[in-house]
């Protein structure tokens, strides 16, 4: 490989790595073209890519990224699924369903939310349920005791930390949306408007214009029966 392509090479590593805090390493020796093609094809579905790396090029990204974790895990034929926008409970799963039907597929570890994981860790994060069932368990397990948390998931505090982050941003986010709209429009009292001030004084200039008719005519009376004598 030329030098500038292998700058190439090393430029998208790096990119990749700071754009993904989430990621798993797998050790594809003894998988066919046709296998690893499968493998890629099936993380797509779930938001994630799938490369196989050199691990000299691929160290020198590591440190340029910041992320020395990583290193430790470039050992043998390496392959790194990046979870970009994913699921990565679905991408842990792929992988761990290919390592156990292939016999030849091993998890090395991986970064969850850029903490480093260990392959057991990895295969824990497979075994949890769908997103739907894991909502409604991590929700119960917010608002539960912590002992409820502890039995829910098993793990170590801080793998559970990483896992609860990581799913309540993902699916909070469309909880939060319903719930604004399931929230009523407060109801706008209807103001009634007060008598104009003109009404007011045309009722009293009224009023007052009979008072003075009915005093005239009381006036007269008398004079017309006079003049009738």
Avoid: C, W
């Amino acid at each position: 490989m030329l030098k500038r392509d292998k700058e190439r090479v090393v430029a998208e590593l790096v990119e990749r790595l700071r754009v993904s805090d989430t990621l798993i390493v797998a050790d594809y020796r003894g998988l066919t073209m046709t296998e690893i093609d499968g493998v890629r094809t099936e993380l797509l579905k779930h938001g994630a890519r799938f490369s196989v790396v050199k691990n000299t090029l691929t160290k020198r990204a590591a440190e340029q990224a910041g992320v020395p974790s990583l290193v430790e895990l470039l050992e043998g034929p390496t392959a790194i699924a990046f979870v970009l926008e994913g699921d990565m409970i679905a991408v842990a799963k792929t992988l761990n369903d290919t390592a156990r039907q292939t016999k030849v597929l091993s998890l090395k570890g991986g970064l969850l939310q850029g903490q480093p994981v260990t392959a057991e860790e990895v295969q824990k994060l497979a075994a949890l349920p769908p997103a739907d069932v894991l909502q409604s368990q991590v929700l119960g397990a917010v608002i539960g005791p912590l002992s409820a948390i502890v039995g829910l998931f098993t793990a170590p505090l801080r793998d559970l930390v990483g896992v609860l982050d990581a799913r309540i941003e993902q699916l909070g986010g469309a909880a939060g949306a319903a719930e604004v709209d399931e929230q009523p429009e407060p109801a706008v009292e209807e103001e009634r408007p007060e008598p104009a001030a003109e009404d007011q004084s045309g009722a009293e200039a009224e009023a007052e214009s009979k008072q003075d008719e009915g005093a005239d005519e009381e006036a007269s009376a008398p004079e017309g029966k006079e003049n009738g004598n």
